[in-house]
């Protein structure tokens, strides 16, 4: 599947833990099998979402190979970036050797990096894994950011197919899009509050915590907005609203891992220093999802539930 389409939704998968803090591959596989029958456009296993900095390398391979084998027709992105170009070099070849269709890497981290020092890192990598990677700039995360002018240049590299926006800056994603635009070169919102303005701009989709636990109606707002129906993608937006800030009024993956457990796709087990989500936060989760549950039928135009 080397040459796939990078446009839809790609849930930023969630590593389940059992009680212990082992890695519940089971259940691993269970979520992914559903988000592939829910109609997501891949899968990105162990990012930031996945707490891959609580796993070890071999925990990550595993935890790809897993995703892997579960799933049948959608790519498996698997997050393989790191501070450390000789690392993020490591995880990239072994995930690409246990079946990942293509890599996300985000921007060097702690150390930060030049403009130069970001360019040659990624074409270090884009030269010697062959499949399709994806540029993660998140500076709220990692303390740099990747500018425009660096991803334009990084388009080029044939190996270099895709550019996930976590910046927050709208006119600086725009920006991209226009240096960009005359390229194969796909750009993926990496905030679902501004998936719908990136796509309006040009974008091609999202890689999304929110699509972990409402699959079916983030897939329907980007395809709806990716097909010019942005009164119905506008629709579904207002509706994930509430899911989508409640899914980061903390540290990002703990309230999407509570969601998970509420849902029952999960155990919302974390690994430390992550800590469980607070109470009032917990409690306005189950409301937001009770409320997305209750109006599922009608907003996706499905028969309810043993109907006529």
Request: aromatic letters at 4%.
């Amino acid at each position: 599947m080397t040459n796939f389409d990078l446009t839809g939704v790609y849930p930023a998968m969630t590593t389940p833990f059992a009680p212990d803090g082992s890695i519940d591959h089971e259940t691993l596989a269970d979520n992914a099998r559903r988000l592939e029958r829910a109609g997501v456009d891949g899968l990105v296993p162990v990012g930031s979402t996945g707490e891959s900095a609580t796993l070890t390398h071999d925990e990550h391979i595993e935890v790809v190979e897993t995703v892997v084998n579960a799933v049948e027709d959608v790519p498996v992105i698997a997050g393989s970036g790191s501070n450390s170009t000789r690392e993020a070099l490591e995880l990239s070849r072994r995930s690409a050797d246990v079946g990942a269709d293509g890599l996300l890497l985000i921007s060097p981290y702690y150390n930060k990096p030049e403009q130069a020092g970001l360019i040659e890192h990624y074409q270090t990598i884009a030269d010697e894994v062959d499949v399709p990677q994806i540029v993660y700039n998140v500076p709220s995360r990692t303390g740099s950011n990747i500018e425009p002018a660096t991803v334009a240049a990084l388009a080029d590299h044939e190996n270099i197919a895709g550019y996930k926006a976590a910046s927050g800056d709208i006119g600086q994603i725009s920006e991209v899009v226009e240096r960009t635009r005359e390229q194969e070169f796909a750009i993926l919102s990496g905030d679902d509050a501004l998936t719908l303005p990136v796509i309006s701009v040009g974008g091609h989709g999202v890689i999304s915590v929110t699509g972990n636990i409402e699959p079916e109606r983030t897939a329907a707002m980007v395809h709806a907005a990716l097909d010019g129906d942005f009164d119905r993608a506008r629709e579904l937006h207002h509706e994930l609203g509430p899911l989508s800030r409640q899914l980061f009024i903390e540290t990002n993956p703990i309230p999407v891992k509570a969601a998970m457990e509420i849902r029952g796709y999960a155990p919302g087990t974390l690994r430390p220093p992550l800590t469980e989500l607070r109470d009032e936060h917990y409690e306005m989760l189950e409301a937001t999802l009770e409320q997305l549950e209750a109006t599922r039928e009608a907003s996706l135009g499905l028969e309810p539930a043993g109907g006529a």
